[in-house]
């Protein structure tokens, strides 16, 4: 019909063509434009087609979103392009394509789209790498979840639902979403407990609210006349205001006072609070911190309460803001800025802001990756950011209207903006929707360091980094760390690492000459405890208390001597400052004739204070009264 006739036109279009040729390529099976009239009992043919045509529109979607910035993750469209990929690589299974295929659909899709969308080409390598990453993730756990759900469905041939509890442990343990193991489901004639699989979820979410509650403040007004407006911050220009005391604000735990403006920060977006002091009627307060309420004031956090009390709303205040803690502060807000340009410039355009904390000791940015850094991806961000600050680049910020923001100001899907935004623009290059304080000029950062990289969740990496005196004092403490170690080396700050890559290989020699000397000693000592055996009914004893390196080597030197006995029982023990370890072996025929290992050490590590235990035929233990030692040894003969 003609239905049927524009759906294979449209799939014969140069659009999928290159697709369904890799596909084949990748499968050995060919598309044959079959159309499915049923849910269930599906040809093969039809079972095939239906997987070209899922794979097709799958990596397109992926490969668009990931060019577009969007990665895999745990939550929002972050998810959906996992699902749309977990699926995908689902798909592909039932076609019998190896792991690692799904990047190489990557290559069709630019061919045919990106003609016509240019981030394709682009961006193509970083699609593969995500697409290959997530591929390695999954495919770890891929096999094992499609095991569970098999043994399960065996298990329950005659039931017509899986289980809420199993489709959970699918997604929780394995990562398989909902969607997924319904159509796992759906192919068996199966509909799954999606009920119990919400509460099941209802519950992890709810332990996962208990685990990150914090304080909420809520101001306890008296009266109805209390003023409920907006503090007016007055901060990006001025760090000293007189201002109106409005309201005393107390909680269980804290005093906070509410002025009608102030020059204080309140911590938000990432950036902390500031401090300073409030001075009324001569009474100095000093502020630790500063918040902002749902109604949009400002809360300064008082550090004590003085003997004189509180002040009376109304009261005439002078505010002053830390000035140096203020500015430590905006050099690392300033940095955060900086380190994001140079990641996308870096790692790609697909980073993104995922959180953010400026103090004035230093600041960490969570940002959107699928892979650890390089050793010099670090190096190249550190390089790109103290390059610009060493510039001195102007630091400029102004208000404008949300759509009408310069063409390359970042801002940040999922974040509330309003009609009016401040924009944050450093140099030019560097552009971002912020409210927060920063430097005039990049030049007062004075320098950043790269202090760690890591993972925090899947797609999600972090840096921590200092800037500014912090900056200074930390690579103070390395030189510092460096120097020491110079010294003990007695070796120059280029020299150390030529300097300890000698010492080591030295050790190393001198470790195995070691071993070498020790090997011969062994064997003598091993012949001598031989020789020195009791026979008792056919088996030779040997219990003695010996001197040796490390436990291990008590272990190999019992071992040569039951070697030499032949039949028989060895018992060892060795002292190892005020404590012993100890060790048993019983050979074939002495197990037959009663003696066990494991029995022999606990009774021996008994003894000395200790325990121990094993095999019948070899055992190891410890003591505490190493004193004990040679007489508990002696006696067993």
Same mark, same amino acid.
């Given at each position: 019909n003609a239905l049927d006739a524009a759906r294979i036109a449209f799939e014969e279009a140069d659009v999928f063509a290159p697709l369904f040729r890799k596909i084949t390529d990748l499968s050995g099976r060919t598309y044959a434009r079959t159309v499915p009239t049923k849910r269930e009992g599906l040809s093969e043919q039809e079972q095939t087609d239906i997987a070209f045509r899922v794979l097709a529109d799958h990596a397109r979607t992926i490969s668009c979103a990931i060019a577009d910035g969007i990665l895999p993750g745990n939550e929002g469209r972050n998810y959906v392009i996992r699902r749309i990929l977990r699926r995908g690589?689902?798909?592909?299974?039932?076609l019998g394509l190896k792991a690692g295929f799904f990047e190489q659909l990557v290559a069709p899709v630019v061919e045919s789209l990106g003609p016509v969308f240019p981030e394709l080409v682009q961006q193509q390598?970083?699609?593969?790498?995500?697409?290959?990453?997530e591929e390695e993730s999954f495919g770890r756990t891929l096999d094992r979840g499609l095991a569970l759900f098999y043994k399960a469905f065996d298990a329950n041939s005659a039931s017509s639902k899986v289980e809420g509890a199993l489709a959970f442990e699918l997604y929780d343990t394995y990562g398989f979403p909902l969607d997924m193991t319904q159509l796992l489901a759906t192919e068996r004639g199966l509909t799954v407990d999606t009920a119990e699989f919400e509460r099941l979820m209802e519950q992890q979410r709810e332990r996962a609210r208990a685990s990150q509650k914090k304080e909420v403040i809520v101001a306890a007004t008296e009266g109805e006349s209390v003023d409920q407006k907006p503090t007016d911050f007055v901060g990006y220009s001025e760090t000293q205001a007189a201002a109106t005391l409005v309201e005393v604000v107390k909680t269980d735990k804290d005093t906070y006072l509410v002025f009608d403006r102030t020059p204080f920060y309140a911590e938000m977006g990432g950036q902390a609070g500031d401090t300073g002091t409030v001075t009324i009627a001569g009474t100095d307060f000093a502020v630790a911190d500063t918040i902002k309420d749902k109604s949009g004031r400002f809360l300064h956090k008082l550090a004590s309460v003085p003997a004189s009390g509180l002040p009376a709303a109304s009261s005439a205040a002078t505010l002053r803001v830390s000035v140096d803690r203020r500015r430590a502060i905006s050099r690392h807000h300033s940095?955060?800025?900086?380190?994001?340009?140079?990641?996308?410039?870096?790692?790609?355009?697909?980073?993104?802001?995922?959180?953010?904390?400026?103090?004035s000791e230093r600041m960490r940015f969570d940002f959107s990756h699928f892979e650890a850094m390089t050793p010099e991806q670090l190096k190249e961000v550190e390089r790109l950011v103290n390059e610009k600050v060493i510039d001195n680049a102007p630091v400029s910020a102004y208000e404008t209207d949300f759509d009408k923001k310069p063409e390359g100001t970042l801002a940040f899907f999922g974040d509330k903006y309003g009609a009016r935004v401040r924009v944050v623009d450093i140099g030019g290059y560097s552009r971002e929707l912020c409210g927060g304080t920063h430097v005039a000029t990049t030049g007062e950062i004075g320098l950043i360091k790269v202090v760690a990289e890591m993972a925090i969740a899947a797609g999600t990496r972090r840096i921590e980094a200092v800037a500014g005196q912090a900056a200074f004092d930390f690579v103070a403490q390395r030189e510092a760390a460096l120097a020491a170690v110079g010294s003990l080396l007695s070796a120059g700050p280029n020299d150390v690492a030529k300097k300890l890559e000698t010492l080591l290989a030295h050790q190393k020699?001198?470790?195995?000459?070691?071993? +070498?000397?020790?090997?011969?000693? =062994?064997?003598? $000592?091993?012949?001598e405890l031989a020789a020195a055996a009791v026979e008792k009914n056919g088996l030779k004893f040997v219990s003695a208390a010996v001197t040796v390196s490390e436990p291990e +080597?008590?272990?190999?030197?019992? =071992?040569?001597? $039951?070697?030499?006995?032949?039949?028989?029982?060895?018992?060892?023990?060795?002292?190892?400052g005020d404590k012993t370890s100890l060790v048993a072996f019983c050979s074939p025929a002495a197990i037959k004739a009663g003696f066990q290992a494991g029995k022999l050490i606990g009774e021996i590590a008994g003894q000395l204070g200790g325990k121990g235990g094993g095999k019948p035929d070899f055992a190891m233990g410890g003591g505490k009264d190493a004193a004990k030692l040679e007489a508990v040894m002696a006696a067993r003969l």
């Open positions: 690589i689902l798909y592909g299974k039932k390598e970083i699609i593969r790498r995500v697409i290959r990453s940095a955060a800025h900086l380190i994001h340009w140079a990641l996308r410039k870096v790692l790609g355009t697909h980073v993104r802001q995922a959180g953010t904390s400026k103090t020699d001198l470790e195995k000459k070691l071993r +070498a000397i020790e090997q011969k000693a =062994s064997a003598a $000592l091993s012949a +080597a008590l272990r190999h030197l019992g =071992s040569q001597v $039951l070697a030499r006995l032949g039949e028989g029982v060895v018992t060892l023990g060795a002292a190892f």
